[in-house]
């Protein structure tokens, strides 16, 4: 760059900076209490002067996935992509056709799904080990990478990564451009959601965090190095598991956490319970028309899947969480709309 | 930022960027195969149109700690703080001080290093899990704190963070200044190490891979909650343990690696195996006079600490990683010389 270029960012810089500060950083969000909290914590923990000014490496925001970033119902994605993958396992394995769960699994891919209601916990875990592990990293990877690219949701007849929250996005944008790292903290599994946090939120691989199995290290035929995925859990980040494995991936305690369930109730608390200025937000998904309405809290229809309890709603009052309301607070759910 | 100022920066940044290209980034290096081999790497893969160019977000660099970027000998600094956080524990329990390998280490303090050598793999476990689990997270990290803050190495009479490589500091900075994320990838403890890493080497707590043991969530009295140190090993970051340990924590495979000893053995392999410009060196302690001399590689002395093998050094030479030598390849080691 030779001086006079860099003069003209210079300018260019200047123009940029007085522009954005007259836009809109959440121009999705309607205005109310939602709106307001984000935009007061992130003017007070970034300006210089402020008693809550938040050195720039100590910035660290989590955000809980599934209901939080992208739609969670009817399934789960990652559940999907397990019951999807039984076809190609039973190619190799055709033994298993006849045997439960995976039969059940057939059912429901022929249209039953009501069937889904048949698989029990054990199920789901035996499913996903066969499904998630036992092969060499870069061999899920690509299986994950080919599902996400072709698969879509039955509702909206779009890829599953189109389905992310278009206000959520914002968040997740202005939050970067004032200094926050942004985090990933899921009960998904780590090493699925890295293949398209990059892509679809700007969030890098070792920005997420999620539930992990091990690896284990060995040799191909040809000498070269390669990890094997094992059916071994090493962190289910779940409810206490979530600050456990923020510790463990991270080291700090977040300033602004967002989550949708029981699930993220002590990420919320973990991050609430700082020094400082700190915000713990949950959105309520309440809005039956323009995507789902769950909860049981507020009286909304009870799910098993990312279940928001009277509880969970009533802590937050208590301790100056914010709930978001899809319904009132988002002016838009979707890019695509 | 208003306008004029924004200028004068963009003017002092082209200053700056031309005098910079000027600048011998690695000072403290002799010209030879090391220093070349990694200018040539930075070059080649941050150059645009270069066919081993990197995109920005896949830079990622580790580095081994002890024995790579400070000094390890005559025995780990976290062994050191185990060791000298006995009496503390003692004063709560006292009737602990007769009891090996407890009185062993009061011994040691007491001036007894050979004694040293009569604590056993299972006592050093046992005197990690007294010294270093059973608290909060943050009473440890004060511990650890105050105790670096305070303690000096022997020979050199200096805080132990103090005993840094200069010309590893070097390389950490060059690579950041070419984009490149640099980590710790450490046998040492996770928790410890990142009680200076962001002061010491410029990396932040979540860029530190260490060996983990578990935490537990719950509240204190008041409803506030906390992490606690469990004595349970979630991931031991030695030998196959670091690739795998790079798996879960960053999820991408390093361009380039740094170790010294036989720990960082599949770290390398794993770094070197990758498509496309890859980076794995081992810095060689030969130096007795400035530092230490141990192998047992090169008829160097063997040792238990740090040990680099005939068989390492002979896989180095055999699979293109460069070997440091400390004695020819380092005008200076520390700063403070």
Do not use: C
């Not at 499904?131 to 890829?159: C, H, N, S, Y």
């Not at 968040?171 to 970067?176: A, Q, W």
């Not at 700007?202 to 094997?228: H, M, N, W």
């Amino acid at each position: 760059m030779n001086a006079v270029r860099a003069i003209a960012l210079g300018a260019l810089l200047a123009v940029g900076l007085t522009a954005g500060a007259q836009t809109d950083p959440l121009p999705s969000w309607n205005d109310g209490a939602a709106k307001k909290a984000i935009v007061e914590f992130v003017q007070a923990t970034t300006t210089q002067g402020s008693p809550k000014f938040v050195p720039p490496p100590e910035r660290i925001a989590t955000f809980d996935q599934d209901g939080t970033l992208w739609v969670e119902h009817p399934m789960y994605s990652q559940v999907m992509y397990i019951l999807e993958s039984v076809p190609g396992l039973l190619k190799a394995k055709p033994e298993l056709a006849k045997v439960a769960p995976f039969s059940t699994v057939l059912e429901i891919l022929k249209g039953d799904r009501a069937a889904i209601a048949k698989l029990t916990m054990p199920d789901l875990e035996k499913l996903a080990a066969a499904t998630l592990t036992g092969m060499p990293v870069g061999t899920f990877q690509a299986e994950a990478k080919k599902w996400l690219a072709e698969a879509k949701d039955p509702r909206w007849k779009k890829p599953y990564t189109e389905l992310t929250y278009l206000p959520m996005q914002e968040v997740l944008k202005y939050l970067r451009a004032n200094g926050y790292k942004t985090y990933i903290v899921t009960g998904g599994g780590q090493d699925f959601v890295r293949q398209y946090s990059e892509k679809v939120y700007g969030i890098p691989p070792e920005q997420v965090v999620g539930t992990a199995g091990s690896t284990k290290y060995g040799y191909a035929k040809d000498g070269k190095p390669f990890l094997t995925k094992e059916p071994k859990l090493m962190l289910n980040d779940n409810n206490a598991g979530k600050p456990e494995g923020i510790h463990l991936m991270i080291g700090r305690r977040p300033y602004a956490a967002f989550g949708n369930s029981t699930g993220d109730k002590e990420m919320l608390e973990y991050t609430k319970a700082g020094d400082g200025a700190r915000l713990s937000m949950l959105v309520l998904h309440d809005d039956a028309k323009r995507e789902y309405a769950y909860g049981p809290a507020q009286g909304l229809p009870a799910t098993k899947v990312g279940a928001f309890t009277q509880a969970l709603y009533d802590q937050a009052k208590k301790q100056g969480w914010i709930v978001i309301s899809m319904k009132d607070d988002w002016k838009k759910i979707f890019a695509f709309e």
